[in-house]
């Protein structure tokens, strides 16, 4: 069974730069598609980026061109690289963790970690 822990997250000004990490174990990481999310509480969970097992990379436009992924298969880490941060970035980070990519290209995810919260001051 795979398991999810982030960490990475703070307190940083608005056009900072923060860099969280989810460190995966119990699968081999080319066999799961993986995706970040975040929620604000009150408000729907979105989405934000996800890779397949291939190594395809999505973003949504609300980060496109701010926020990398950058998979180290050999320390079973996914990171999200997140520059110029806005204090509506402001939320509860979330990495999850998938067998199948339809699943996982729409939001579906079978596994998830804690969270990482991010605050963004303005």
């Known amino acids: 069974q795979a398991q999810l822990v982030e960490s990475g997250g703070g307190s940083v000004q608005a056009g900072g730069s923060l860099r969280l990490s989810c460190k995966t174990s119990?699968?081999?990481?080319?066999?799961?598609?993986m995706g970040w999310f975040r929620q604000v509480p009150g408000k729907e969970r979105e989405g934000i980026a996800a890779?397949?097992?291939?190594?395809?990379?999505v973003y949504a436009d609300s980060v496109k061109g701010r926020f990398t992924l950058y998979q180290d298969n050999a320390k079973n880490t996914l990171s999200l690289q997140m520059n110029s941060l806005k204090p509506e970035d402001t939320a509860m980070y979330y990495c999850?963790?998938?067998?199948?990519?339809?699943?996982?290209?729409?939001?579906?995810?079978?596994?998830w970690g804690q969270g990482t919260q991010v605050t963004v001051s303005s």
């Open positions: 119990g699968y081999t990481r080319g066999t799961y598609c």
């Open positions: 999850a963790a998938d067998r199948t990519w339809s699943r996982c290209s729409g939001g579906v995810y079978q596994y």
């Open positions: 890779i397949s097992g291939g190594g395809t990379i």
